[in-house]
């Protein structure tokens, strides 16, 4: 059954190194999506990704980061310079151009930024 | 905006017993309705979801859910938990057009003891 995956599974950084999480989404899917959850919090909506471009951002998502697909089958997430506040679990999902938005999730990659 | 708010953090209950694990949401227009799983070390899994017709919407593993527009509620439900349940539940809601991000509730920790 295809699924979406993620690596890291787990990322330790330092603060103000720039760290990139990749995700390879269901082949056939069209809509990307980024979301993260810091320890103990819920589940927060970052980027949405649509025919190579942005269509929706959330405030969390500054200039700091930033998505790209840059070889049609990964997905990837970059944060520029890391903050101690950006240690979370971030989800990569993927759906199909479908208005029933089921989205697939992949298993997150926990990023610890000391 | 939407909003979702999962009334309980944490549900304890004894194997075979019914269960529901409540979610209320707030939005000024229509929406989509779902419940992910998240067991341990592992990404978000569809359980059910809403998009129209029928109030009670049956999903995988025996819950099912009802929706209530009135009282903006979306509780999940089992009859009979197993051991297998324990896991994380979480709440969401989507806009019916654009991009459909998944806005989550705070999450239900459901834990079973035998």
């Known amino acids: 059954e295809p699924e979406v995956t993620q690596t890291p599974s787990h990322q330790v950084t330092q603060m103000g190194q720039e760290v990139i999480l990749r995700c390879v989404p269901i082949s056939n899917h069209l809509y990307f999506y980024w979301y993260r959850q810091i320890l103990g919090q ?17 405030e969390i998502f500054d200039d700091q980061f930033s998505v790209e697909r840059p ?35 992949g298993p997150g990659t926990r990023l610890t930024v000391l | ?53 029928s109030t009670l919407v049956k999903g995988i593993n025996g819950f099912e859910a009802e929706f209530n527009k009135s009282q903006t509620s979306f509780h999940l439900r089992k009859p009979s938990v197993h051991i297998s349940d324990t896991a994380e539940y979480f709440c969401a ?22």
């Open chain 1, 71 to 105: 070889d049609g089958s990964n997905f990837t997430l970059k944060i520029r310079s890391t903050k101690l506040e950006d240690s979370a679990m971030y989800f990569c999902a993927s759906t199909e151009l479908s208005p029933y938005n089921e989205q697939f999730f």
């Open chain 2, 1 to 53: 905006a939407q909003s979702v708010t999962q009334l309980d953090s944490q549900v304890p209950v004894f194997e075979e017993a019914p269960v529901e694990l409540r979610c209320n949401y707030s939005s000024s227009v229509s929406v989509y309705l779902f419940w992910y799983v998240q067991y341990p070390n592992q990404g978000l899994q569809l359980l059910l979801k809403y998009l129209s017709g």
């Open chain 1, 42 to 58: 819920k589940v927060e909506f970052l980027v949405s990704f649509y025919n190579n471009e942005i269509s929706e951002k959330s």
């Open chain 2, 93 to 114: 809601v989507s806009d019916l057009q654009g991009a459909q991000k998944l806005v989550f509730g705070q999450g239900t920790r459901l834990t079973i003891n035998p």
